[in-house]
């Protein structure tokens, strides 16, 4: 139950990490991403219970990474910098 759960969450943040690695990441497209991610795990959860609860992590990651390239480049913006 706790990693049923825990799926709402842990593709979305790895969706997060994975864009901040990538050149150009603003943290508008990392929030935006992440909102995405969660409602689309929601929505795949409970909208479509055939898909076994291990591909959320997936669903989630790819959702924020789609999502968060797309706000990125049309919101634009300051880049965040790793210091």
């Known amino acids: 139950m706790v990693n049923r759960f825990g799926l709402f969450f842990y593709g979305s943040i790895?969706?997060?990490?994975l864009r901040a690695m990538m050149p150009r990441a603003t943290a508008l497209g990392a929030f935006?991403?992440?909102?995405?991610?969660?409602g689309t795990v929601a929505a795949v959860?409970?909208?479509a219970p055939q898909v076994s609860f291990l591909w959320h992590n997936v669903i989630g990651a790819v959702t924020v990474v789609v999502v968060g390239v797309g706000?990125?480049?049309v919101a634009g913006g300051t880049p965040v910098s790793p210091e």
């Open 14 to 17: 790895l969706g997060v990490f």
């Open 32 to 38: 935006v991403g992440l909102l995405a991610g969660m």
């Open 45 to 47: 959860s409970f909208g």
């Open 71 to 73: 706000v990125s480049g």
